[in-house]
C-alpha cells in the first residue's frame, strides 16, 4: 500500500470508524412536539429503511448492507437528507469491503454536501486525493489534492504532497510553486521548515532545463537554510554542471567551494590544482594540494599527485618573487590582461590587499570583465574581513551565470560570523 493509500484510509478511518446515522432511530420515536436536531432530517418513509441498513452495517454484514441500500435507493419517497444517510451508509459498505471505485463516487458526492464538517471536509478531499493516486489518476489527484491546500492553506505536508503528485503529472513548474507555498506555510506557522522540502524544490528545478531562474533560488533557499559543507557541494556541482563554466568561471566556483569546506576527495582537490595551474597560479594549486593532503584528501603517494606537486612546485618561489616587479608594467599597460592576472596571483597567495589593488585597478582597462574582476574584489574582500566591502562587490555582480555565482558567494558570506 503506497503511502498516499495509506493517508487516505487514515482519514477515512478518523472521519467513518462507526459512523452512523446520527439521530435516525430517536428521531422514529421521537414525539411530534419535540423540535428536531440541526442537519440532516430523516423522513418518515426514510427512517425504517435507513435503520435497517445501520443493523446490517453494526453486524457487519457489508452485502447484506448493500443489498438493503440498492433497494433503498430505488425509494421514490426519500428526501435529499434520507439520500445523505444512504450515502454515508454506502461509504461505510465501501470502506469495509475496501471497494475503492465504490468508495470514490460517494465520497465525492459527500464533499459537495451541506451537512458535512468542515474537518470532515478536510478527511474527505484528503481520502479523494489518495485514491486518485492510487488509481494512477494523477489529473484527479491534482484536482483534490489543490482543493486540499485551498482548504487548509497553511498545511505545509498538504503542499508538499500535492507537489509530488504535480511531479508525477509531469507539472514541475506547479510542483516548485508548491514546495514553494509548503515553506512560506511552515515559516507562518514559526515551526521549523524540513531539509528534505528545499533539496525536493532544488531537485525539482535541477532536473528541469528550463527553469534556470528557478534553480538558483531553490538552491540558495537550500544552502541557506542548511548550510553544511556537503550541501553546499552538492549545490555547487549542480550549479557547475548547468553553467558550464570556462576555467575563469570554474576557478570562482571552486574558490566558493574551499571556503565553505565543500572540497571533497581527490577529484575536487586534483581538478582545481589542476585549473588553477593551468591558469598561471602556482601558489594557489600549491595552497590547495597542501590543503587537500593535510586534510588526507589526496595521498601523497599516488603518481598523479606526486607529478602535479612536482610541476607545480618549483614554479612558486620565482612566480611570487616577479609579482612586484611587474606591477609598473601592468598599471601602465592599456589592456586588462596583465593586471587582472597579478590580482589572481596575490589572492592565490593570500595577499588580499594587493589583489583588491590590482582588481580595482584592472577595472579601468581594455577589455575588463567586470564582473569576473568584481567577483575576484569580493572574494579578496570577503577573505580580508571586509564583510560590508564584499557584499557590495558581490551585490554589483548581475545577471547570467556570473550573478548566480555572485549569490552563492553573497550566501556564504551571510553565514560567516
Known sequence: MTRFMRAAWAALALGFAGTTMTGAPALAQKKKEEAQPAGPKVSKAGAPLLQAIQKELQAQNWAGAKAALDAAEANPKLTADD???????????????????????????????????????????????????????????????????????????????????????????????????????????????????????????????????????????????????????????????????????????????RAASALKGEKDYVEYAETANLRGLPGEAKAVLDEGIAKKMLDVSKPYVRDLRAIVEPKVARDKASLAGLEKEAKAAPGVKLIAGLGDAYLGYGNYAKAIEMYRAALGKTGADAAQINTRIGIALAKSGDKAGAEAAFKSVQGGNRGTLAQYWLAWLGQQA
Do not use: C, H
Not at 131 to 149: F, I, K, P, T
Not at 233 to 253: H, I, P, W
Open 83 to 257: 439520500r445523505y444517510y444512504l450515502n454515508r451508509f454506502r461509504i461505510n459498505v465501501a470502506q469495509g469491503t475496501q471497494d475503492y471505485s465504490s468508495l470514490r463516487p460517494a465520497l465525492a458526492t459527500a464533499v459537495q454536501s451541506p451537512f458535512v464538517t468542515p474537518a470532515e471536509k478536510l478527511q474527505f478531499t484528503k481520502a479523494l486525493r489518495g485514491l486518485a493516486y492510487q488509481a494512477n489518476d494523477l489529473a484527479e489527484a491534482v484536482r483534490w489534492g489543490e482543493s486540499l491546500v485551498s482548504l487548509n492553506p497553511n498545511d505545509g505536508q498538504a503542499a508538499i504532497e500535492l507537489a509530488q503528485i504535480y511531479n508525477q503529472a509531469k507539472q514541475p513548474d506547479k510542483g516548485y510553486q508548491a514546495v514553494k507555498r509548503a515553506i512560506d506555510a511552515q515559516k507562518a506557522s514559526g515551526q521549523p521548515v524540513p531539509e528534505s522540502w528545499y533539496r525536493s524544490a532544488a531537485a525539482t528545478t535541477a532536473n528541469t532545463p528550463a527553469m534556470s531562474g528557478e534553480f538558483g533560488s531553490a538552491t540558495l533557499a537550500w544552502v541557506s537554510a542548511y548550510p553544511t559543507p556537503d550541501n553546499w557541494r552538492t549545490v555547487l556541482e549542480l550549479f557547475q554542471d548547468r553553467a558550464k563554466f570556462d576555467d575563469q568561471g570554474n576557478l570562482d566556483l571552486f574558490r566558493l567551494k
